[in-house]
């Protein structure tokens, strides 16, 4: 990555780890810890996940997932939680071996935690109609027992992009670094890059995003990596702190142990798999309105007027009259304890200067956002 005068840094760390060997399955049983929280099946309800990453792994995502998860299956009172992690992501017959192990045992609802194995995993959902199947950060999915779920978090990268904007007006230079590690999905990476992009250029219209991507997917040593690229110590990030707390600014979250509740008691509470996509009212697609997508605190060293930013743009967020993806933009302005935005209408353009959305265009629709980000915004600079 080229040098840079200052580099905040976000680490988009949203794939499950790839790493070989054996199929490890173990059996973990799960028993609430606080008396009185009732179950809500009757004692037998399982619950199974397919990692591609070591749940041992604790800076990768896989263990991540796997806490909330067993979070989640103690909050509703599971009796079993199953894993198989370490199953290769470019291997569909050790996938459909692990699908098959868990349905053995007696799972009621199987997650799957890695974007590459959806359409083996949509498969094995028609094999099994009595199982309900819930894969991360995917897009397809059927009428019964198979759904997808993720959030916006483009909105909590974008909120990112403000921090690291201020950042570069108290410096001076309007260069920012960015490092992607290998991610759910290419449409996904590239929404969160732009987003970050899109947050920045709203607080300063000359900020440039370097982008560099490590071909590798998110586990300790590939944390390790990105921090070999940071030239100071300010960055954002994502899930991970790359160097210490004291320079990270901020962060976005997903609430996933908030979704695990809610698929596991939905499961639950039917007499019959086909009835979960229904009640699920389909595909899961949280964001800051339903409090599936948020920002970490910010760190004390950034600028006060973050925070003031933050505020006027997650109201904006909440009230429909903005998305990062429409053709209306932000623009900041004021001192601490008197920031201002005004919403402006121009096109969303790509970096070759494609018009992607016309000037006062709502957001782009759903599907498209999921899977259909093929192109960076104006100020990103792919150096991969």
Known sequence: MKKLAVSVVALSVLSACMLTGCVDITTETIESSEPGVPVASDGNFVVGAIYAGDKRDTEGVTFMQNEALAAACEACGVASFRIVDEVPEDDDDQL?????????????????VDFDYMYSFAEAAEEYPEVVFCQYGGYISNYNNFINYSGRIYQAAYLSGIAAGFQTLNSGINELGFINVEVRSDSESRSIIDAFTLGARAVNPDAVVYLESLDEHADASTIEAARAHLVNDIHCGYVFDLSNPDSLLTYPVEDLEGFYELAIKTAMEESAASEFVTNMNGNFYGDMYDQYISISELNEACD??????FDLTVDLFLS????????TQLSFSGEANNVSVDLIACDLESNSGEVIVEAGEPTLYDPVLRAYIDFYVEGVNDLS
Request: glycine share 10%; net charge negative; charged share 25%.
């Open 96 to 112: 459909r071996n692990a699908v098959e192990d868990l349905v053995d045992y007696g799972c009621d609802i199987i997650f799957c």
């Open 304 to 309: 006060p007027r973050v925070a003031e930013a």
């Open 320 to 327: 429909g009259q903005f998305d990062v993806f429409s053709g």
